[in-house]
């Protein structure tokens, strides 16, 4: 239990202590220092389930196994990140017409506390409290969401917390549902709610609750994963909320939601094949594939770039879980990692360049390499990693996930998706050489310090390292991850 009560508990004290230290100098301190000690909890928390397996806690409410851990370690890698950035960024954002009129803090409060929902989610063994945490994250980014306080943001804000309330409404049928199934075979009816209960009792579990457990799950979750036809928030808030939180939003709430479906989906296939779960998450996937391309054809503006581009890449990780085989599996949970890295280095570099420029109009900016080489280059990378192409870590997940669906027999399903990734690297290809080449702009100025730049070649070396070298134990803790999903 070493590792995993205070990771679950650091976020929440973070938050605690911002609050009356906001406006200090050590207010933005004790933000970093408190990501940065739940990043190391998860690494460490990983090494540990890597050296002896799951780790319980809690009277079994917290388990942390190859699959919690890995969420974990997304949700501090972007969360330290973005509040390593978000020092800089939102004091000269308190500065400028974007002021909010909060009080020092909140912002700060907010985030960690958004942050250790999305850690408590990851890491619940039991499915109400996993709810409870997802739950939270909504209550909290929403707040976020609509931070500037501007019409579009708290009309944003509002879309989003309706839309996101209903679906997790969803999840809670899907959780009382799946409870239902197993009713009257539990030594203990508190247990009835342990995912690993339900996981070791799925084959007995009733199939026509746990079929109807896993969509209610794949319209609830896929609400705040961003799937189609349920992604119409998505857009809008990471449009309006400030850049750290769009980050983390599109790059760990996501995947923590995907996670939570991911959950239901392994019960499912224990109890009634995996034929049935399987054969939804393709149709999902590729359905936000392709509802994601003509709006990423069209777009005017940055950030509603990234978040189609969201909706792509979770689609194309529904896809890779739906195509089932064990190459797949691994590189869609590989892709849930680079995803994160990837879209979390576009919108922190995207917010120096928004500083520097005064807009989030992709038609406004040109020259971006000759205007700033250090963020050029950010900015080339990020764009390579979301095109997909080598050497970047994406193009590898994507390739292994094709590979893997090829090995399953699915043909149809890899040349559609092969397709539809072609046409989002088009239309990525021919929005990021119109804003990085081209006659740079004479009032470009970015008053950020070079300080906020280090987490983005952070974020920018790792995505390189992991597009050529792979190394041991996040293989290892990928290929658990996937036999917890699909043994």
């Given amino acids: 239990m070493g590792f995993l009560l205070p990771l679950v508990l650091v976020a929440p ?31 460490a928390l990983a090494a540990r389930v890597l050296a002896a397996g799951p780790v319980v806690a809690a009277h079994g409410w917290l388990q942390a196994d190859a699959l919690g851990a890995l969420l974990a370690c997304v949700a ?51 499915l109400g409290l996993m709810w409870v945490g997802i739950e939270a ?25 309706i839309l996101c309330s209903v679906g997790i409404t969803f999840a ?42 896993f969509l209610f799950a794949l319209v609830g979750y896929g609400t705040k994963a961003g799937l189609a036809p349920m992604h119409t928030w998505l857009p809008d808030a990471h449009s309006q909320a400030p850049t750290p939180v769009s980050a983390l939003l599109s790059a760990a ?72 085989s064990p190459l797949a599996l691994l590189g869609g949970l590989f892709h849930l990692v680079t995803h994160a890295l990837g879209k979390a280095l576009a919108f922190l570099v995207g917010g120096s360049l928004k500083s520097a420029m005064g807009t989030a109009r992709m038609d406004r900016w040109s020259g971006v390499i000759e205007s700033s080489p250090p963020l050029g280059f950010l900015f080339a ?12 870590a ?23 998706a092969l397709a539809l990734l072609a046409t989002v690297f088009a239309a990525l290809a021919f929005h990021w050489t119109r804003m990085a080449l081209g006659r740079p702009r004479a009032d470009f100025r970015d008053p950020l310090p070079a300080d906020s730049h280090r987490p983005l ?27 917890v999903i699909k043994p």
């Avoid at 989906?265 to 995996?274: E, L, T, W, Y």
């Fill in 253 to 324: 709430l996501l995947a923590t939601a995907l996670g939570a479906l991911m959950r239901f989906h392994s019960i499912a296939v224990r109890c009634v094949g995996p034929h049935f779960s399987e054969n939804l998450l393709l149709i999902f996937g590729l359905l936000s594939m392709g509802v994601a391309v003509p709006f990423l054809l069209v777009q005017s503006d940055y950030k509603r770039l990234l978040a189609y581009s969201s909706v792509e890449h979770t689609g194309f990780v529904a896809l890779a879980v739906g195509l089932g």
């Fill in 137 to 161: 994250s909504t209550l909290s980014s929403a707040l976020l969401v609509g931070y500037y306080r501007r019409p579009g943001a708290v009309e944003a804000a509002w879309k989003y917390l």
């Fill in 172 to 213: 809670l049928f899907a959780t009382v549902l799946l409870y239902y199934s197993g009713i009257g075979r539990f030594a203990v009816r508190s247990a009835g709610l342990q995912w690993t209960t339900l996981r070791d009792l799925a084959p007995v579990l009733e199939p026509r609750f746990v079929r109807l457990a």
């Fill in 381 to 392: 990378v990020a764009g390579v990693a979301l095109a997909g192409l080598p050497p970047a």
């Fill in 13 to 43: 004290l973070t938050a605690a202590l911002c609050l009356p230290f906001g406006g200090s100098r050590w207010g933005a301190r004790i933000s970093v220092a408190g990501a940065a000690l739940v990043q190391a909890l998860a690494l």
């Fill in 394 to 416: 994406l193009f590898l997940s994507e390739w292994m996930v094709l590979v893997g669906g090829l090995q399953a027999g699915k043909v149809a399903a890899v040349a559609l």
């Fill in 457 to 483: 070649w952070l974020l920018a070396g790792a995505l390189v390292v992991l597009g050529v070298w792979l190394p041991e134990p996040v293989r290892r803790l990928l290929s658990q991850a996937a036999a």
């Fill in 76 to 126: 501090g890698g972007v969360g330290l990140s973005a509040t390593w950035y978000a020092r800089s960024y939102m004091a000269h954002q308190e500065q400028g017409h974007d002021a909010a009129g909060w009080t020092a803090g909140r912002f700060d409060a907010l985030f960690h506390l958004l942050l250790g929902s999305l850690v408590v989610a990851s890491l619940a063994n039991n």
